[in-house]
Structures are given as C-alpha cells and as structure tokens.
C-alpha cells in the first residue's frame, strides 16, 4: 500500500509563495503518475498538476500554467509543487495521489491520496 506524507501548506499574501511536499512510501507500480489536486469546500475537487515518473511529462491547470511547478527528486519518491504569484483563488486543501501509468486529473484513476495540506492565500 502506498502512503503519502504531505506538507508546506500556510497561510500567505497574494502574490507570494509556497512549497508543497508529498513523499511517498510503498509504491509499486511499474510507472505511475503523481497529482496535485485541490478541493475547497462545496465545490468539485480540481487537479492542479501532475507528472510521470517515467519520461518527467508534466501537465498543468490553465489557471495554475506560469505559476506553478511541478517536479520530483531523482529518487522519484518527493514531488514537489511550487507555487508562485499566488491568488486567493487557490486557497484550498490541497492532495497528492498516485496512478498507474499516465491519467492526468481522471480522478478515478488514482488509488492512494496523502492526507492534504491547507494553502490559504490572503488578498
């Protein structure tokens, strides 16, 4: 079973940044996907961005594209989201999740999540 440890949320003001963490433990897939979703309460869940062990491919939310980024250590265990410039629209808890192979945000795909990471940013 895979496990997540999350971590790097806040609270900060518009136009700064964090950096969230997601180490995973236990994975045994082949090549797998790691995604960052966002939920806010009453509202669907959102990926935000995601990238594939195998070749590094990366993919982004239009409204996150310039903003964040997403990468992983060479271990392949961390993937890391760095988020600049940030609005208060992406305040939300934020989750990790894997996949096998390579499903971008088709939630349904994904199998294990970490436990979250709040990101509140103040205007």
């Known amino acids: 079973e895979v496990q997540f440890v999350e971590s790097g949320g806040g609270l900060v003001q518009a136009g700064g940044s964090l950096r969230l963490s997601c180490t995973a433990s236990?994975?045994?897939?082949?090549?797998?996907?790691i995604g960052w979703f966002r939920q806010v309460p009453g509202k669907e869940t959102e990926g935000v961005s995601c990238?594939?062990?195998?070749?590094?491919?990366?993919y982004y939310e239009d409204s996150v594209k310039g903003r964040f980024t997403i990468s992983s250590d060479n271990a392949n265990t961390t993937v890391y989201l760095q988020m600049d410039n940030l609005k208060p629209e992406d305040t939300a808890k934020y989750y990790c999740?894997?996949?096998?192979?390579?499903?971008?945000?088709?939630?349904?795909?994904?199998?294990?999540w970490g436990q979250g990471a709040q990101v509140t940013v103040s205007s």
């Open positions: 999740g894997i996949a096998a192979g390579y499903v971008q945000f088709l939630m349904g795909g994904y199998d294990y």
């Open positions: 990238i594939k062990r195998s070749d590094g491919t990366t």
């Open positions: 236990g994975i045994t897939f082949d090549d797998y996907t």
